[in-house]
């Protein structure tokens, strides 16, 4: 495999790692893309992005005004999109457009974000999903082409997760063919979308439809908010930027306000319902949440981007750990590298395993999420509320495993960690915000709860579940199971852990309904519970699906990459049961000694993985431009580049600041 040659000679402690890897890791590198085809492209495309211009910061991103960021951004954006138009898609197939290839050479050119992502991410995949077959040929190519950019203008300063309570509407009048868009309430004002604020000239717009007098509920209309050739708002509009925000530094989320703003009736996006010339509505959809779908589709799209950023700080995190050197542990021996700590083994080691279980977890996802679509062509929906049960829950746990993963490699890396040159404080900051958006933690494990009490009580009745929730066929009536100490029996004590959760939880709502609540109180009660169940409902399927897919794709490689591939997932299995020890005493016979043997076992694992942890990491093959970080580059030029970042500082343009004389200095002179 052609690697990038560093320009400096290698960190030699970085070198010796490289030289203890056992594993082929061009192999692993391979299966991480989904073949050696798609390595090939995928460095095609990353060559394309990296010598056209990436990296084009002569001063830190950082460094710069909110405005100096955002118009930096957008420059960098219309240099990025060119290439993509023109020649990435050319690669990748335009109905590619959505590519993790794309999404991963972006982070070439922003080491936060861009403002135009959500015009790929979510105005073109609505287009997409959205339109009649007449919208998608008017809007499509004009979006894909970048002649209109466009925003997804759904969430309101008053409600994001209970979309039945936006307030902005949409009136049908019938004699001028055309609906009027209006914000009633300071709390209907849109808020929070991304691109909204100064770079998008069209946006999709959720709004409750009126027509006939009558309202309809919400459907999406797609809106030109400013002139495209002053880009000046128009008239009944008024747009404009949120604010500083934790993350998202080098976008512009955006409110927008509509004072009866017209449209043509055409505008309605109008593949699941219309509203005909004359105002009548007519309903095509065989289900009520078809116009959601935008957000299954990212929820799905999310599980990868999790795996992407995990593999970014884990890498960052552990050619770190292999350079930094820390504590006496014998006198007079070297100090040894942090990499050698088993307790650092535990914070970064789980990293590695999560970006493979996430990942293969998404191609599964995916080929679901294809799967229904297929269904829906036909006119089928069945397959759909499983579906959303199980993009709400991994959504929700990969974000927030996530997350947390980020937060332990930035502990793992101590002070320096805290750096913005170090990378982490972004790629935490960034997938903070994936907790949140897109449906919250919580809100969305409800959604699979609710699946799963109805799923649950479909098993008591003896009827056959679909696949994901099939254990609950062969579980709902066990009581504890009987610990078996295989990778398989911890998988089972997952699935036992899920239905007694799920069956404790339909023994609450029973319990309280049956002592005079109302099934909404009762549900309400039983919500902590039912978040816990949806949880362990989404362990058990990544450990199942991690488990069942690493061992298939795995299946023609050489011996040494089959071994490392099982120790992770080993790793993965065993990492999670020892998390859950409470629900494993709880559902299952496990005892003392098996928890024990099993601490023995993982702490092991911990050390046989060690020799390996570079190689592991330098098979997610993630290039320096795309990392953006001072710690975790091939070479390990770690203090290096500290001290060149340093300098890079505004700060140290001078060697004194005005500031003294302003002010400090008379407060030393008492002259202030
Ligand atoms: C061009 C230049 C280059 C630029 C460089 C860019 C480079 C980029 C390259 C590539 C791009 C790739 C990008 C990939 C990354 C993507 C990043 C995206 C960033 C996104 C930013 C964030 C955007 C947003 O946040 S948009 C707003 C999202 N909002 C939400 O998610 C709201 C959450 N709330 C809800 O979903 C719902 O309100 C609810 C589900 C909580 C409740 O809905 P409800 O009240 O209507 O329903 P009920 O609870 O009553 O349920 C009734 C019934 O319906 C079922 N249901 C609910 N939802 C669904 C569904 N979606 N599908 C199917 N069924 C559903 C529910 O289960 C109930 O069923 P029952 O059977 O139980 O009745
Ligand atoms: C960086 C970023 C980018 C965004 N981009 C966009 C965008 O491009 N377009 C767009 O339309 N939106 C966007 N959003 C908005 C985002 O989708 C919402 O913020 C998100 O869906 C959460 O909704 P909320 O803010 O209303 O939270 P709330 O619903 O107010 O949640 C607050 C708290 O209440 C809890 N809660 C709420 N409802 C329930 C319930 N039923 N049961 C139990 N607990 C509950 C939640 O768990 C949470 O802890 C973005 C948000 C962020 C942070």
């Known amino acids: 495999m052609k690697i990038n040659k560093p320009k400096h000679d290698v960190n030699p402690d970085l070198a010796k790692e490289r030289l203890k890897c056992n594993f082929n890791i061009e192999e692993v590198t391979n299966i991480i893309d989904g073949g050696k085809d798609k390595t090939v492209q995928r460095k095609k495309i ?218 043509p009736r055409e505008n309605m996006l109008m593949k699941h319902a219309k509203v005909e010339k004359d105002g009548v509505y007519v309903k095509s959809a065989k289900h009520g949440k078809l116009t959601y779908g935008t957000m299954v589709f990212i929820r799905v799209t999310l599980v990868s ?77 069945d397959t759909l509320p499983e579906l959303h049960a199980l993009s709400s829950c991994l959504k929700a746990v990969s974000t927030s495993d996530a997350l947390s993963h980020i937060e332990q490699c930035r502990f793992a890396c101590g002070g320096h960690g805290y750096m913005l040159s170090s990378n982490l404080p972004f790629i935490y900051s960034f997938v903070a915000a994936t907790r949140t958006y897109e449906g919250d933690y919580t809100v969305l494990l409800l959604q699979t709860a609710r699946f799963l009490v109805k799923a649950s009580e479909q098993a008591e009745a003896g009827k056959k579940l679909t696949q994901t929730v099939s254990y609950l066929n062969r579980t709902a009536n066990a009581d504890r199971l009987n610990w078996d100490n295989t990778h398989e029996g911890i998988i089972k004590s997952f699935q036992v852990i899920a239905a007694g959760k799920i069956g404790q939880c339909v023994k609450s709502i029973r319990d309280r309904t049956a002592s005079g609540m109302d099934y909404e109180d009762a549900w309400l009660m039983t919500t902590v519970q039912l978040v816990g169940a949806a949880e362990a409902h989404c362990r058990a399927v990544l450990l199942n699906t991690y488990w069942s897919e690493m061992r298939k794709i795995t299946e023609a ?66 290039r320096d431009e795309i990392l953006h970080s001072s710690l975790g580059s091939y070479d390990g030029r770690v203090y290096e580049r500290l001290i060149e970042e340093a300098h890079k500082s505004p700060l140290n343009d001078e060697p004194v600041n005005q500031s003294f004389h302003k002010y400090t200095k008379p407060l030393m002179l008492g002259k202030l």
Not at 177 to 192: A, D, G, N, Q
Not at 563 to 577: D, E, F, I, N, S
Not at 580 to 605: F, H, I, N, P
């Open 557 to 622: 490689s050489s011996a040494d990459v089959k071994k490392v591939m099982h120790q992770l997932a080993v790793l993965y299995l065993m990492y999670w049961a020892l998390e859950k020890t409470g629900d494993l005493l709880k559902y299952s016979s496990v005892s003392k000694k098996d928890l024990d043997e099993l601490q023995r076992r993982y702490e092991e694992l911990l050390a046989e993985l060690r020799p390996n942890a570079v190689g592991l990491v330098d098979a997610f093959d993630l």
């Open 46 to 263: 990353e060559d394309i992005a990296l010598n056209n211009g990436a990296s084009l910061d002569e001063v830190p991103e950082e460094c710069l005004s909110i405005k100096e960021r955002y118009e930096n951004a957008v420059r960098k954006s219309c240099v990025y999109g060119n290439l993509v138009r023109n020649e990435m898609l050319e690669i990748t197939g335009i109905e590619n457009f959505e590519s993790p290839v794309l999404r991963r050479t972006a982070d070439a050119f922003f080491k936060d974000i861009s403002p135009f992502m959500l015009h790929l991410g979510m105005f073109v995949p609505t287009l997409i999903g959205q339109c009649t077959p007449e919208q998608t040929a008017e809007w499509l190519p004009k979006a894909l082409d970048m002649q209109i950019i466009g925003a997804y203008a759904q969430t309101e300063l008053g409600h994001g997760t209970f979309i039945r309570g936006l307030e902005t509407t949409a009136t049908y009048n019938p004699e001028k063919e055309e609906f009027v868009l209006h914000s009633p309430t300071i709390t209907s004002y849109k808020w929070w979308a991304g691109g909204l604020g100064k770079t998008a000239n069209h946006c999709v717009v959720m709004a409750q439809l009126y027509t006939q007098g009558k309202c309809h509920g919400t459907h999406l209309f797609i809106v030109k908010i400013r002139d495209l050739d002053t880009h000046m708002p128009l008239p009944g509009i008024t747009v404009g930027e949120i604010g500083p925000r934790m993350g998202f530094s080098s976008a512009d989320n955006g409110f927008l306000r509509f004072d009866h703003f017209r449209i």
């Open 305 to 381: 981007e999790m795996s992407f950023n995990i593999s970014k700080a884990a890498t960052i995190a552990i050619r770190y750990s292999a350079v930094r050197r820390q504590t006496e542990l014998r006198p007079n021996e070297p100090e040894p590298q942090i990499l050698d700590y088993p307790t650092q083994q535990h914070k970064l080691f789980i990293c590695i395993a999560t970006a493979h279980a996430f990942q293969l977890t998404s191609c599964w996802l995916w080929n679901t999420f294809q799967a229904v679509l297929a269904d829906m062509k036909k006119g089928n929906v």
